[in-house]
Every structure is written in C-alpha cells, then in structure tokens.
C-alpha cells in the first residue's frame, strides 16, 4: 500500500460529499507519511484528527441520504458504525503504546476506496434528485412539480428494488 491517488471515476458528482472523501484521502496519506515516525504524538495527532474528520463525513452523508429516503440508508449507516467500531479499537491498541500505523492505513486505503466505489455510489441518484429539488433554483412552481414527480418515480423504483431483493432473499 502506497499513497493513495484519487481516480475520477471515485467521484460521486455531489462537490461537498467529493471534497469530503478527497479530505480523508488526504488524512491517509498523511498517515501513510508519518507512519514510521519516531514522533507518536504527531502521529497520534494525525490519527485522531483523521477519525473526527471521518466521523464527521459519516454524520453528514447519513443525513443526506436520510433526507433523501435512500432505501438503503439503514444498513449504509451500519456499515458506517462498524468501520468507525475497527478504526477506534486501532486507535486504542496505539494509544496503548502498540505500532499499528501501517495496519491501520492499510486497513483505511483498502475501505475507502471499496466503499465509494461500492456503497456510496448507491445512493447518488437519490441523492441527486433530492438535492435538485432543495436547490434555489426550484423557486418554480412547476419545476418543484416536476421534481415531486422525479423523487415519487424514484421512491417507485426503490420500492420495487425492495421487492424485488426481498423476493431473493426468501428463496
Ligand atoms: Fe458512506
Ligand atoms: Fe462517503
């Protein structure tokens, strides 16, 4: 594992959820820069400050995705508290005087990257149309109209993914 290098297909088109993902990347490398340094306060600094800033993102999309009424929002969240469950018992094993620097990024470079590309891409289309229809420019009436019918037709969609996944999962 090396510095990690952000591809454009890691782009979800949301600029605040792409400048939030570049900013942990930026975290990583970091951490991938200091990791052999004799200096554990700084290094501790870095870890702690990547877990708040990350920590803060997941608080952040979970929301956007909540309002939007993502059907997946629920386990996205999961998924969330249980990366953030490793990454604190990483931080633990550190402050207890353990070098777990360079398991700790490679475990980060492998989940982010996996995660966008896997996860968060799930939710953009949704995302997306909720966004538009909170967006200034729908100041129309029958632009907002045209975007109910935009979020209803998703929510159709979404209701028949459901159906559909449950169907596959009860055989
Ligand atoms: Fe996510
Ligand atoms: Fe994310």
Request: charged fraction near 30%.
């Amino acid at each position: 594992m090396a510095l990690l290098v952000w591809v454009p297909e890691l782009d979800t088109g949301i600029a605040e959820i792409d400048r939030q993902h570049r900013r942990i990347v930026d975290y990583i490398n970091r951490l991938y820069e200091l990791r052999s340094s004799p200096d554990r306060e700084g290094l501790g600094d870095v870890i702690g400050e990547m877990i708040d800033y990350t920590v803060s993102h997941f608080v952040f999309e979970e929301s956007l995705i909540e309002s939007a009424g993502y059907m997946f929002a629920g386990p996205h969240k999961k998924v969330h508290e249980l990366f953030t469950r490793r990454v604190i018992e990483m931080q633990t094993r550190f402050d207890g005087g353990e070098d777990v620097a360079a398991e700790l990024h490679g475990m980060l470079s492998r989940w982010l990257f996996n995660h966008i590309r896997n996860e968060d891409h799930g939710y953009v289309d949704s995302a997306k149309v909720y966004l538009r229809m909170m967006s200034k420019e729908s100041g129309h009436t029958a632009e907002k109209e045209r975007l109910k019918a935009e979020v209803l037709q998703e929510l159709e969609l979404q209701r028949k993914k459901k159906g559909w996944l449950a169907r596959l999962l009860s055989r």
